[in-house]
C-alpha cells in the first residue's frame, strides 16, 4: 500500500460517505500530530506548526496553498508570527473524508523536507 | 492631518499605553468595516474580506505578509477558499495600539486598490 502522502485526492460528492469513527481511527496513526477538532458540529483534523518566524510560516502556507490548488481541495490556514495551524475537512459533506488524511499526509511531508520538522 | 493608512508604526515598547475606549471608538470610523473583538481578555481589532477562490485570498494573505514585514507588526491570517480574516492586536501591550489601527487602515487599502474590494 502506498503511504498516505502519495495519494491524491478523489473527487468528493455530496453522496460521499464521510469516514466512520473506526475510519478514523486507523487514519490518525499516520499522522500522529494531528487531533480531531469539531466546530458547529463538524469534525476536522488539525495541526499547528512552529516556526522560527513570520516569513517561514507564510512561507509554508503558501507550499499548503500549492498543494491545495493542485488537488482542488482548500483548508482553513490561519498564519501568524511563527506558527501556522492547518485545519482540514470536506465541506461538500460536512465531514472528514480520506482526502482530508491526505492531505494532512502531504502537509507533514512539506514541513520535514522543507522546514526541518 | 495624514489618512490613517499612511502612517507608519512606531516601536510598541511593553510599557506603550494601550488606547483607551475612547480613542479606539474615534478611530474605528476610519476602518468601519472592522470590529473590536475579545479573546482571551485581550482586545483585537478583526475583518473578513471576501475573494472569488482561494488563489485571490492567498494573494491577498501574501500581500498583508509583506506590509506585515516591512512595519516589524504581524497580525493573524486566517485564510479560506474566497475569505481571509485578519486580526491586529499589539502582542507586547496585550491590547490595541494606534499601530493596529494604522495597519487595519493598510488591509483595506489593499483591498479597495488591488482586489476590487
Not at 16 to 32: D, H, K, N, T, Y
Not at 63 to 77: F, T, W
Not at 86 to 105: C, E
Request: glycine share 6%; charged share 30%; with cysteine.
Amino acid at each position: 500500500m502506498s503511504a498516505l502522502h502519495e495519494n491524491h485526492c478523489e473527487a468528493c460528492r455530496p453522496d460521499a460517505p464521510r469516514l466512520s469513527q473506526g475510519e478514523i481511527e486507523a487514519l490518525l496513526p499516520e499522522v500522529p500530530h494531528w487531533r480531531v477538532v469539531e466546530r458547529d458540529g463538524i469534525p476536522m483534523v488539525e495541526r499547528s506548526y512552529a516556526f522560527r518566524n513570520f516569513k517561514d510560516a507564510l512561507a509554508f502556507t503558501n507550499r499548503v496553498g500549492e498543494i491545495a490548488e493542485a488537488e482542488g481541495h482548500h483548508p482553513d490556514l490561519l498564519t501568524a508570527w511563527g506558527k501556522v495551524t492547518v485545519t482540514w475537512w470536506s465541506h461538500k459533506i460536512k465531514g472528514l473524508h480520506r482526502n482530508d488524511f491526505i492531505m494532512a499526509a502531504k502537509c507533514d511531508r512539506i514541513y520535514e523536507d522543507d522546514f526541518g520538522g
